[in-house]
């Protein structure tokens, strides 16, 4: 499998740094450019032919919408993932119109990151190929996330008793960190997190970032994303 090419867009060098190190972190993607100007992105997309780009909304001279609008109306169907603070519903309505894969509401980590350009990399090989795409090929293009995931798709080393267990403690609670849901089921925390990031990966289960005192920001999980 051919590597996923990404530009990245951000006027915050210290920003762009960290979102190039956690897609160069990710298996599959290497980062082809870095623009910190709406005109720089359309300018490296036109030069770098990149396959994902990772796209602020606020830039100096135009706003990440405006920079996908201008590649929707050049005709380039370049992938483009959303990652920026603004939550304006009108601003998400517009970046889903324009075709963005994603939308990513800093501030994020690694994880938030990594499982949404693992589903870019799913459908971008999907039709990859030559040949006429099976239906899995399909679903992966379409998002196959939004469909009932049976059981027996669990990852594996993951048990749908586990799963539906984990599931129930934070439909119960409302909201949970990997540690609280470890000790409500009782499993270790470093299993309880790989539930939860399946289910967050699968759409169900939504992720915030909690900022206390020293050391990492904690991950708190809540139902219903």
């Given at each position: 499998m051919s590597d996923v090419n990404v530009l990245v867009v951000d006027d915050d060098f210290m920003v762009a740094r960290i979102h190039t190190q956690f897609v160069e972190r990710t298996p599959g993607f290497v980062v082809v450019g870095v623009a910190s100007t709406g005109q720089a992105a359309l300018d490296d997309v036109a030069r770098l032919r990149p396959d994902l780009v990772l796209?602020?909304?606020?830039?100096?001279?135009?706003?990440?919408?405006?920079?996908?609008?201008?590649?929707?109306?050049g005709g380039d169907d370049v992938g483009v993932l959303v990652v920026t603070?603004?939550?304006?519903?009108d601003t998400v309505r517009a970046a889903a119109s324009g075709g963005a894969v994603h939308y990513l509401v800093k501030p994020f980590d690694y994880d938030d990151l990594r499982v949404r350009l693992e589903s870019f990399r799913a459908a971008h090989q999907a039709l990859a190929g030559t040949g006429a795409p099976a239906q899995h090929d399909i679903d992966a293009v379409f998002g196959a996330a939004t469909v009932a995931v049976p059981a027996a798709s669990?990852?594996?080393?993951?048990?749908?008793?586990?799963?539906?267990?984990?599931?129930?403690a934070l439909r119960d609670a409302g909201e949970l960190s990997a540690a609280e849901c470890a000790d409500v089921v009782g499993i270790s925390r470093v299993s309880a997190r790989r539930y939860l990031e399946h289910f967050v990966a699968r759409g169900s289960v939504t992720v915030r970032l909690q900022?206390?005192?020293?050391?990492?920001?904690?991950?708190?999980?809540?139902s219903g994303g």
């Open positions: 796209l602020d909304v606020h830039l100096p001279d135009m706003t990440g919408i405006d920079v996908l609008r201008r590649l929707r109306a603070a603004a939550r304006e519903a669990l990852p594996k080393g993951l048990s749908p008793e586990t799963a539906d267990a984990v599931e129930a900022y206390g005192g020293a050391g990492r920001p904690e991950r708190r999980y809540r």
